[in-house]
């Protein structure tokens, strides 16, 4: 099993959608989780960071940790298709140096 | 956010050559950097860390004489890529934390190198 489960999609929506994006992991010693936001042939962009579990929202994002499950999840707003993009959950155990373990990647199309 | 920049945005060069990779924390000091690489439709994987002024540390099945990593000061990272092969053509992704106390990690834009 690996230590984080994404499912790779591709998820199409219409312009508007409420889209749900999630991630499972297997390391309970995880304690640090991010969404980033990676367009083609570009760089990876954060877009968000928490902290043990609870929500967490900046404008149309809203992230969620459910460390009892080991379940993480990315909601989006009011699509846009600016949005079309993959997205990767990452995850670390503890602050520091330790590196980043990353899910897979969601491939979002928003449709106008 | 913090911008980290990396140069080339693209390369390509023929098999046996070297190329190198720079990436560049902009506005922030970063302690420690870190290098991935991705390949199409596939999630980033890390390659090594590198800290400041001493030696990187290398992840599983990455060859540290192939891939040469200098973090020379708290803005500036290289890789080289000695000996290039067509099988190392790929995505090459550089991040950044910003200093000790921070937790985020930015990437760079990322540098396709393709080997022919």
């Known amino acids: 099993q690996k230590e984080v489960e994404q499912d790779p999609g591709p998820l199409s929506v219409p312009e508007g959608a409420i889209v749900s994006l999630n991630c499972t992991y297997s390391?309970?010693?995880?304690?640090?989780f991010m969404w980033y936001r990676q367009y083609s042939r570009k760089g990876p962009e954060l877009l968000m960071y928490t902290y043990s579990s609870g929500n967490k929202e900046d404008g149309r994002f809203t992230a969620q940790v459910d460390k009892s499950s080991k379940y993480i999840s990315l909601f989006i707003r009011d699509s846009q298709p600016s949005d079309s993009a993959t997205y990767l959950c990452?995850?670390?155990?503890?602050?520091?140096?330790?590196?980043?373990?990353f899910g897979k990647g969601t491939r979002l199309s928003v449709i106008a | 956010g913090a911008v980290v920049s990396q140069h080339p945005s693209r390369v390509i060069c023929k098999s046996g050559t070297s190329v190198k990779i720079e990436c560049r924390s902009l506005d922030f000091q970063a302690t420690t950097m870190f290098w991935y690489r991705q390949f199409p439709k596939q999630s980033l994987m890390l390659m090594a860390t590198s800290n400041e002024g001493s030696k990187a540390t290398y992840e599983q099945g990455v060859e540290k004489d192939k891939f040469l990593i200098n973090h020379a000061s708290l803005t500036l990272s290289t890789l080289t890529v000695t000996s290039a092969h067509p099988e190392d053509s790929s995505f090459y992704i550089c991040s950044a934390k910003l200093g000790l106390a921070g937790d985020e990690q930015y990437f760079g834009p990322g540098t396709r190198l393709t080997v022919t």
């Open positions: 390391n309970s010693a995880f304690q640090y």
């Open positions: 990452a995850m670390r155990r503890n602050s520091g140096n330790t590196p980043l373990v």
